[in-house]
């Protein structure tokens, strides 16, 4: 957007050679005369301008889902921002002084008309004024007029109700400038009464109206086009009525025919539309979420899976937030040249471990940036689930560090694939855990280490199925169960010796999805065991 924006710019240049104006310095001034006494006009020649500034503004509904009106945070971080990226003093000079925009009459070019009401006022004020100052001074000053009292009551009264509304005009400017369209919408919401307030929408929406008239002003005088773009993003963390608040004010700011809004709504379908149809704004609309978001969203733009070097940017970037890796390992190559130099001993045991789990850990993350390693292949496509993967490999390699003196240690690749596993496919992960529990402690078998994970979950699947409804939430947190096919049968075919292996050392995967597994399979067994004996117990007869 901020590339169109030039390229615009630069083009409406070459095509009208009118360098665009902004309120800033001397442009400042003129904005405050031009705010004062004229009238901007909307041409035919404004409406041709194709340049057009964009005002990013970001909303995070999560910093304001502690307040009783999420939908009111979003108007007041609308005025805040606007009032900062133009400035107050204009802002509230419009409040006071300044004129709606209107369209031209004809075809005329002429885009400022001078306001003569406003001027003719300001001319008598000031005469008036003026004139009860003469007479002011003449009775105070002139011998022989001094002793005449009615004169210096005349010239009092006249000065005073002159400039009393040259006064009135600046404390109302000087009021807009102390107490912003933020703080007066705030003011309103903080009353206890504000939800039975006849009118309270009005006023909301007033406020409003009065940014967008000022931006209209802006535009002309800025000699292009003026459009607020607010992206919202954290709604889909937020509790359900406080969503429905948000885009009912997006629908308010959006009613206008030609409001300069655009709303970027950067959210989640499958947990927005749960929460739209637990509230009441449903009604009407078949309890359909999907059928309210289509009507509330012009362009909807579902962003496609990440590609293989998307992928590896996103993790480029989540690696890079690791700073300390990066230190470890500096200053483990300084200390080996400087014992190289000096022919000092070798560091002591602890720094040599902790080297050596800087070591894995890069070899690690070096299988994952490899786009040839099948592993690459498997990274999620969110970046939290990246981050969350970044920020558990060097745990579960130093915690598998600390046990190396146990035979058949795993590789950093293995490791790295193991918290790829966990963290994508949980549920699946944690069955199969569950089912090689049982099964040891059963009938403890010497060969059953040697059995793959994949041949344990083909035997078991049947039995997940038929809990599928129990555990209903816990399956969605899967990953393409396609995709864990290949995982355990092809590229990464993790035996029973393995799993156990890294039990001990799993963070990133909750260990009470396995308990509630094994309770539910109790649960199971319990019940076909209590079927079985009834049926021994009371034959069929012929």
Request: glycine share 6%; net charge positive.
């Amino acid at each position: 957007m901020r590339e169109e924006m030039a390229r615009r710019e630069e083009a409406e240049l070459r095509r009208s050679h009118q360098k665009p104006r902004s309120p800033e310095g001397w442009g400042l001034l003129l904005a405050l005369w031009y705010l004062a006494f004229y009238k901007p006009i909307i041409t035919e020649g404004h409406l041709r301008r194709k340049n057009i500034e964009f005002i990013f503004i970001r909303f995070s509904a999560w910093q304001y889902a502690g307040c009783d009106k999420l939908w009111a945070g979003l108007v007041t971080t609308l005025c805040d921002n606007i009032r900062h990226h133009f400035g107050a003093l204009p802002l509230s000079v419009y409040h006071v002084m300044g004129t709606r925009p209107r369209f031209a009459s004809g075809f005329s070019q002429k885009e400022w008309v001078l306001k003569t009401g406003t001027c003719l006022k300001l001319w008598g004020l000031l005469f008036i004024l003026g004139a009860g100052l003469a007479i002011l001074l003449v009775a105070l000053l002139v011998p022989g007029v001094k002793d005449h009292h009615a004169l210096k009551v005349v010239g009092s009264a006249v000065t005073s109700l002159s400039g009393s509304g040259l006064v009135l005009g600046a404390v109302s400017v000087l009021k807009n400038l102390l107490v912003s369209e933020k703080q007066k919408i705030e003011r309103l919401t903080n009353s206890e009464k504000f939800t039975s307030q006849l009118g309270f929408m009005s006023k909301v929406r007033s406020e409003v109206a009065v940014l967008v008239d000022f931006l209209a002003f802006m535009e002309i005088f800025e000699r292009r086009r003026l459009r607020v773009v607010l992206e919202i993003t954290s709604l889909d963390i937020c509790y359900p009525e406080k969503v429905a608040g948000v885009l009912n004010a997006m629908n308010t700011l959006l009613s206008d025919a030609n409001t300069p809004f655009i709303f970027i709504l950067a959210v989640d379908p499958s947990v927005i539309v749960p929460c739209l149809e637990q509230t009441g704004c449903m009604k009407g609309l078949a309890d359909n979420g999907y059928l309210y978001l289509n009507r509330t969203v012009t362009l909807p733009f579902s962003i496609p899976e990440m590609g293989a070097r998307s992928r590896l940017q996103c993790l480029e970037a989540a690696v890079q937030t690791r700073e300390d890796l990066m230190y470890r390992i500096i200053t483990s190559n300084v200390e080996r040249r400087r014992a190289k130099c000096q022919h000092v001993p070798a560091a002591p045991t602890g720094r040599e471990a902790d080297a050596e789990a800087v070591r894995c850990i890069h070899e690690a993350f070096r299988c994952l940036h490899d786009g040839a390693d099948p592993l690459a292949r498997y990274l999620p496509t969110d970046g939290t689930h990246v981050r969350r993967i970044v920020n558990t490999i060097p745990i579960t390699l130093r915690l598998l560090l600390h046990r190396a003196g146990t035979p058949g240690t795993p590789s950093p690749r293995a490791a790295a694939a193991w918290v790829v596993l966990a963290d994508q496919w949980p549920c699946r992960l944690s069955w199969v855990l569950q089912c090689l529990e049982d099964a040891w402690q059963s009938h403890p078998a010497p060969d059953l280490g040697g059995r793959s994970l994949w041949s344990i979950f083909q035997e078991n699947v049947g039995e997940l199925s038929a809990l599928r409804q129990p555990l209903h939430n816990v399956l969605s947190l899967d990953g393409d169960p396609e995709l864990f096919q290949t995982f355990l049968a092809c590229d990464f075919p993790f035996a029973a010796r393995d799993a156990r292996a890294f039990l001990g050392v799993t963070v990133n995967l909750d260990h009470s999805i396995r308990h509630k597994m094994g309770l539910l399979r109790g649960l199971d067994r319990l019940q076909k065991a209590t079927a079985v004996s009834r049926s021994v117990q009371c034959p069929s007869t012929e």
